[in-house]
């Protein structure tokens, strides 16, 4: 690694040496070749762009798939001094201008943003006028197919080579099977692109699966009471509200997040978490990549993920410190059974995709042979709710469609509250000699053409300016409203449906069936991994882990649940009257069930249950109205 790079790390990350894996990657940008890169969850691979985008003139472009990404990246950069941005649909037109324009005379250094971002042509005009160095292309196993987050903009990432911007491509991913990596290299068409591959394993992680029916206590008894940092992950909203209110319920402080949150509860609940407020986090998997958090302890799954690439990445949130951390998975038949039933309400089969084909064509009154050129708004609930579609299985076939280039699917758009002032000019006017409508006044002097159109408006920007809070804003708006002064449309989030291909049915899906076909086989080979290695009780964790994603592991870690039950019964380092005596302390202090037991002893399930029964055939133990184990007492 040149001078100059090894300068610029001991500056703004303060490294004395450089000896991590880094170093390769960084040395093969600065040559400017296309170069893939694996590492594991913490690995540090934002260094990987970070370091040669600051030894070179220019700009670096990143490509990101998530909004809180982006913003813990740029405020990460922008607290060490380095100019950074990210353009996103917060920003207006007239403010992405300016963005740009401190892009290009404003010795920035980071352009944050996102792959449907890339696809509008005002951005693309924008990109050709300033100098890139580097595209990095964050999180790339979005690209695949057979990756577990597959976003089909990320597709288009390959236009940048049509805008004649030849900088080198950095592609970065924790987690990469060998198909995942070749899509990679193809989808981004990159030119002989060196492979930098490092080991996905994480030592410090104990990787425990828990054989249990009864969730609630076995959780309680295994999270960690020294109010240190854990993520807890379940699969619906309403099992993770429940799930939180029971542990604060029980002297805990944790918050909730679920993709179903207002914005501003889901950045009060990250905050919480962030500060350590609240300690623990209770998450669907909508909280996910880019969660920037290094000392999170315990990492829970209350369900089975959906597969062994999700798995991996959401485990890899724990101990990115490099202290201890623990992964717990729950596991038992009726997950097992429920990880199979979200798998076929969500599978797509051929039949599935030509219903959602033809209903959307019946939904959207579009004739045979036309192809209409308007963007349609579109509800996917509604949609489902008319043609009696499951919605999980209607959303995948979508994204099937888009895949295939039938169709564009742009879910989540935010779409900018609208004003329009009803009055007249004069009446209006006359209303804000009373100083209570300082946001009237305000509105008139920010936005042009206001009395005659809905004008799209920034919430935030005009909060700032009130110098109140944007739900208190909101608020004043609502107000307005209702005293007839003005029209006013909240903020909302729509999708968006657009054809590119003229409407033919049947000769449409024949065209894609075979494709269909082997997408719906990839997604049940991830389900036969997932459950494989769920019931698997033989060899090492983490060596099967591994070998899933190519890598082979030469001896078992020694601390994932199997290889420490396969240590207890090798080397007898307890005997059975020193277990029954610990045993006995424990339930000295107060009641216990099976599972909190199993929590508090070094030992395996199967070995404290035997000692337990006879514990009870002694008559030393009992249980008790609330079906706990407690110390028996003799008369």
Not at 570 to 597: D, F, G, H
Request: glycine content about 4%.
């Amino acid at each position: 690694m040149n001078k100059k790079a090894l300068q610029i790390l001991q500056k703004y990350w303060h490294y004395n040496a450089f000896k991590a894996p880094q170093e390769e990657v960084i040395t093969s940008v600065l040559n400017k070749q296309d170069t893939i890169v694996i590492m594991p969850t913490g690995g540090g691979k934002s260094l990987c762009y970070q370091v040669p985008a600051m030894v070179n003139p220019g700009v670096c472009l990143v490509i990101s798939p998530l909004l809180a990404l982006m913003d813990d990246q740029v405020n990460h950069l922008q607290s060490k001094g380095i100019k950074a941005i990210a353009i996103t649909s917060a920003l207006n037109q007239e403010e992405i201008i300016q963005a740009f324009d401190n892009l290009q005379f404003g010795n920035y250094k980071f352009l944050y943003l996102s792959p449907e971002k890339l696809q509008s042509d005002f951005i693309q005009q924008k990109l050709r006028q300033l100098q890139i160095n580097l595209i990095a292309v964050d999180e790339a196993h979005c690209i695949s197919e057979w990756g577990h987050d597959f976003r089909p903009a990320y597709l288009k990432i390959h236009l940048l080579r049509a805008l004649d911007i030849t900088a080198p491509i950095i592609a970065l991913t924790a987690t990469a099977t060998k198909s995942v990596i070749e899509d990679i290299h193809k989808q981004l068409a990159l030119n002989n692109a060196v492979l930098i591959q490092k080991s996905l394993q994480r030592p410090n992680i104990d990787l425990k699966i828990i054989h249990t029916d009864n969730v609630y206590p076995q959780l309680k008894a295994l999270i960690n009471k020294k109010k240190e940092p854990a993520i807890i992950y379940a699969s619906s909203r309403n099992r993770v509200k429940n799930y939180s209110d029971y542990l604060n319920q029980h002297g805990f402080e944790s918050v909730y997040y679920h993709g179903g949150l207002p914005k501003e509860d889901k950045n009060k609940a990250f905050d919480q978490w962030m500060s350590e407020r609240k300690p623990i986090m209770v998450a669907t998997n909508a909280f996910g990549m880019g969660i920037d958090k290094d000392n999170v302890r315990q990492v829970f799954h209350l369900d089975i993920p959906q597969s062994l690439e999700n798995y991996m990445q959401e485990s890899g949130r724990a101990g990115r410190d490099g202290a201890k951390a623990t992964a717990y998975l729950f596991v038992n038949d009726h997950l097992i059974e429920n990880l199979k039933t979200q798998y076929k309400r969500g599978a797509v089969t051929v039949d599935a995709v030509k219903k959602v084909y033809t209903s959307l064509n019946q939904y959207l009154y579009i004739s045979y042979g036309s192809q209409p050129d308007q963007k349609f708004e579109f509800n996917l609930t509604e949609f489902c709710a008319r043609f009696k579609l499951v919605i999980p299985q209607t959303y995948n076939a979508l994204k099937v469609l888009e895949k295939e280039g039938v169709l564009v699917f742009e879910e989540g758009f935010n779409k900018n509250s609208s004003i329009k002032i009803m009055g007249r000019p004069s009446q209006i006017l006359a209303i804000n000699k009373n100083q209570k409508n300082a946001l009237l006044t305000l509105l008139l002097r920010t936005y042009g053409g206001i009395f005659e159109n809905y004008v799209p408006i920034n919430e935030t920007f005009l909060a700032s300016r009130l110098h109140v809070k944007p739900q208190e804003l909101r608020q004043m708006l609502i107000k307005l409203n209702t005293h007839e002064w003005i029209d006013y449309h909240p903020q909302r989030t729509v999708s968006h449906l657009q054809f590119l291909m003229p409407r033919e049915d049947n000769y449409t899906i024949n065209r894609i069936r075979r494709n269909i076909k082997h997408r719906l086989q990839i997604s049940k080979d991830k389900l036969t991994a997932m459950i494989n290695f769920v019931q698997h009780t033989e060899h090492c964790r983490n060596q099967r882990l591994l070998a899933y994603f190519g890598e082979t592991l030469k001896k078992p870690c020694g601390n994932c649940d199997l290889c420490r039950s396969k240590k207890t019964i090798t080397s007898s380092r307890i005997s059975q009257k020193e277990l029954a005596v610990n045993i006995l302390e424990l339930l000295k202090k107060k009641p216990m069930s099976v599972e909190e037991l199993v929590a508090n002893l070094n030992d395996d399930k199967a070995t404290i249950i035997s000692q337990l029964r006879q514990l009870l055939d002694d008559q030393k133990i009992t249980l008790n109205l609330h079906q706990k184990l407690t110390l028996r007492t003799h008369d």
